[in-house]
Nanobody
Framework: QVQLVESGGGLVQTGGSLRLSCAAS????????MGWFRQAPGKEREFVAR????????YYGDAVKGRFAISRDNAKNTVYLQMNSLTPEDTAVYYC???????????????????WGQGTQVTVSS
């Protein structure tokens, strides 16, 4: 079992920044690739970012590329999402997820991830 707890969400103005954290417990999370997704009201869950076990490789959704950065500290069992140049379109609940299954290459697919946190709300005002 893996338990994931997100934090760091809140209200920020357009152009501002936030850093989300995802604290993991249970199995050794350094063994797994980790991802961030988001879901806005009335919309499907959207891939945001993924980081490999070692942290060497990262992947981003087109909507956040160049503005967001995913990182991890395996010693702290924590994954981060640094979000810069935020816009109202970034308003959503942000979820952390762990990929504990055999990797299929579909890093952007929510079905690739087997454990999820409860989410943290990010609201960007105009």
């Amino acid at each position: 079992q893996v338990q994931l707890v997100e934090s760091g969400g809140g209200l920020v103005q357009t152009g501002g920044s936030l850093r989300l954290s995802c604290a993991a417990s249970g199995r050794i999370v350094s063994s797994y690739a980790m991802g961030w997704f988001r879901q806005a009201p009335g919309k499907e869950r959207e891939f945001v970012a993924r980081i490999t076990r070692s942290g060497v490789s990262t992947y981003y959704g087109d909507a956040v590329k160049g503005r967001f950065a995913i990182s991890r500290d395996n010693a702290k069992n924590t994954v981060y999402l640094q979000m810069n140049s935020l816009t109202p379109e970034d308003t959503a609940v942000y979820y952390c997820a762990a990929d504990t299954t055999t990797y299929t290459g579909r890093y952007y697919d929510a079905n690739e991830y087997s454990y999820w946190g409860q989410g943290t709300q990010v609201t960007v005002s105009s």
